[in-house]
């Protein structure tokens, strides 16, 4: 079938599917949050069929329906602005297994980014292995990059200044850094504002 399929290609001079199919990183199309279409590279990712992730909620893809939540809206400015985004954000496999994905978008609805969209997915478990977080230190780590302070993270998790404060300083403890900004290092070298 693939030599067909490659052989089609070829004589008739259309790529653009066999492209899709078998680009060596993971590529999915998404019309309001839903995986409409994805690779074999995407879906070998988090150790689904491409039948299996066909229109279903992105959501199942994430470590919890919070985190959904917490991530889902961002970079839609950045979509209308410039129609351009990106971040690296840790997500799920089939087995809940965690790992850091590096994740792009282009909208084909720029003034509903999230409408119809496509979307790249890199695996950077080789380069950054996934250290083992809590919820609450996961969403306190996005608020951190999204550059809160603690009394606004407090804010937007409705808890004390104080429990964000002892949460950031867990984490400081266990990246073995000093600031926020070693923090981010620790993750991977990339500033804050791309982390989520």
């Not at 653009?16 to 199919?21: N, R, S």
């Not at 893809?61 to 990106?86: C, H, M, T």
């Not at 850091?100 to 997915?121: K, Y």
């Not at 600031?179 to 990339?190: A, P, V, W």
Request: hydrophobic letters at 40%; a negative charge.
């Amino acid at each position: 079938m693939v030599e067909i399929l490659t052989d089609d290609s070829y004589s008739n001079g259309e790529f653009a599917e066999l492209a899709f199919t078998y680009a060596p990183i993971g590529l999915v199309v998404t019309e309001m949050r839903v995986i409409r279409d994805c690779n074999i590279a995407f879906a070998q990712m988090f150790c689904y069929t491409r039948d299996e992730l066909r229109n279903q909620m992105f959501s199942i893809l994430y470590p919890s329906a919070e985190e959904f939540k917490n991530i889902r809206d961002r970079g839609v400015k950045q979509l209308r602005e410039n129609n351009s985004y990106w971040d690296e954000r840790i997500m799920a496999r089939k087995d809940a297994c965690l790992f850091w994905c590096r994740v792009r978008g282009h909208s084909f609805t720029p003034d509903d980014p999230l409408a119809r969209a496509v979307w790249s997915f890199a695996d950077l478990s080789s380069e950054r292995p996934y250290n083992k977080l809590t919820r609450r230190e996961r969403e306190i780590l996005s608020h951190l990059s999204e550059g809160l302070t603690s009394k606004e993270i407090a804010i937007q998790l409705d808890i004390s200044y104080r429990t964000v404060e002892v949460y950031r300083a867990k984490l400081l403890r266990k990246f073995n850094v000093s600031n926020t900004s070693g923090l981010f290092h620790s993750l991977g070298g990339i500033d804050g504002e791309h982390v989520v």
